[in-house]
Each structure stands twice: as C-alpha cells, then as structure tokens.
Nanobody, 129 residues
C-alpha cells in the first residue's frame, strides 16, 4: 500500500516561510501526479497545487499563486511545497495526495479524499504572531 508522509509544518510569523516535504513509499513515484491540499479549522478541503508526472509542470490556486512553489524530486520520491509570504489565512493542516492521472479542475474546486489514490496524515501549519 502506498504511503505518503508529510513533514515541515510548524509555527511561523506572518511574512515568514516554510518548506513542506511529502515522501512517497512508491518506487513508481515518477508516474504519479502529486497534489497539495489543506484544511483550515471549520472549513472543507482546499486544493492549492498540483505537479504532473512528466515535465513537472505546476498549477496553483489563486489563493497561493505567486507565494507558493511546488516541486518534485523523483530520485527521492519526494514532493515539496515552498511557502513564502505566509499569511494568517494560510493556517491549516496541509496534506499531500497522489493520483495516477490528472484530477479535473472541476473536481479540484471541491475536492474529496476519494478523488485521490492515497493521502498523507497531514502536517499542521500555523501562521501567527
């Protein structure tokens, strides 16, 4: 069974940065699309970024575009999310997930766990002074 393990969360002041990592226990990691999602207290899941299984093209939600950067290292079976200029509204549990093919944009607008092949346990990010 594929396992995903996120790390790198923590407490950071507004304007600060964090780098999240997602290690995937799957030797065919390079064949998967990887996604980052988050869930703020009392709110539903929010898709924030995707990276494809080919050239490493990325997509971002408007809420994080220009501040967050997603990347992957296939040799390490790891995906990353570099988060800069963090705001209090970025406070959430951050999850990585994978899928064998592209998840449609209309699905990402209202994502559910069942839309992805596997999920990590999440890592807490708190942005506060």
């Amino acid at each position: 069974q594929v396992q995903l393990v996120e790390s790198g969360g923590g407490l950071v002041q507004p304007g600060g940065s964090l780098r999240l990592s997602c290690v995937v226990s799957e030797f065919t990691f390079s064949s998967y699309w990887i996604y980052w999602l988050r869930q703020a207290p009392g709110k539903g899941l929010e898709w924030i970024s995707s990276i494809n299984n080919g050239m490493g093209s990325t997509w971002y939600a408007d809420s994080v575009k220009g501040r967050f950067t997603m990347s992957r290292d296939n040799a390490k079976s790891t995906a990353y999310l570099q988060m800069n200029s963090l705001k209090s509204e970025d406070t959430a549990v951050y999850y990585c997930a994978l899928a064998g093919s592209r998840v449609r944009a209309d699905v990402l607008a209202n994502p559910r766990r069942a839309d992805f092949g596997a999920w990590g346990q999440g890592t807490q990010v708190t942005v506060s002074s």
